[in-house]
């Protein structure tokens, strides 16, 4: 069966500092992969998604960037955050052609203070 | 564009029905709902394609009509477990790969 791993769970980062979030899917080969990120309270907001090895399409202009350097792993990264990247982040993978459910991992709470 | 959902909440006594409503702008090929407990990730409910279905599994359907753009998601005789928030999320077309989630609907059952 497929699973997806997402770490850390919570994170409290300074503002200015880096930031690597990691994601990996297990059991599948070529899935979609996605980063959504959750303000508290609000709805889910696409960030990035890839369809395969380093092809990354980006949703929202900000100081975020994604990787895929294997083909189910995939990497959201910021060389320096800002007080509104705090949030809820998501990472999600599904088959490709969009019949089929998403699944979604655990999530990454993260606190730039 | 985001798909827009009603009502933003909604509280409901245990066996009572709910209607959640999901509407887009654009036209749809397909519509999933997922279901988010508070602090968890959201979590797959059912999947609508392009060409007025109907889907449902235990007490939870949901119906697609592609010539309104809209979708709804039926919980009949609630349970305390169906509290959560819904989201309708939709793709516009086959191979665009993305999924634009809805404002979500906030669903509490009291008992």
């Known amino acids: 069966s497929q699973t997806i791993h997402q770490w850390p769970a919570t994170l409290v980062q300074p503002v200015g500092s880096p930031l690597s979030l990691e994601c990996t899917v297990e059991?599948?080969?070529?899935?979609?992969l996605y980063w959504y990120r959750q303000a508290a309270g609000r709805g889910l907001q696409l960030l990035f998604y890839s369809v395969g090895i380093g092809q990354i399409s980006s949703e929202v202009p900000q100081n975020l960037s994604a990787s895929r350097p294997q083909d189910r792993q995939f990497i959201l990264s910021s060389k320096k955050l800002l007080l509104s990247d705090s949030g809820f982040y998501l990472c999600a993978w599904g088959p490709p052609g969009q019949i089929y459910g998403y699944t979604f991992g655990s999530g990454t709470r993260l606190t730039v203070v | 564009q985001q798909p827009v959902q009603s009502p933003q909440a909604v509280i409901l006594r245990e066996g009572e029905d709910a209607v959640i409503n999901c509407s887009s702008s654009?036209?749809?090929?397909?519509v999933h709902w997922y279901r988010q407990k508070h602090g968890e990730a959201p979590v797959f409910l059912m999947i609508?394609?392009?060409?007025?279905e109907q889907k449902g599994h235990d007490k939870i359907s949901a119906s697609f009509n592609e010539k309104k753009q809209q979708s709804s998601l039926y919980l009949t005789a609630s349970q305390l477990s169906y509290s959560g928030t819904y989201f309708c999320g939709t793709a516009i077309n086959f191979g665009n790969e993305k999924l634009t989630f809805g404002t979500g609907t906030r669903l509490t059952i009291i008992p």
């Open positions: 654009k036209a749809l090929y397909s």
């Open positions: 609508l394609l392009k060409g007025g």
């Open positions: 059991g599948t080969s070529n899935p979609n």
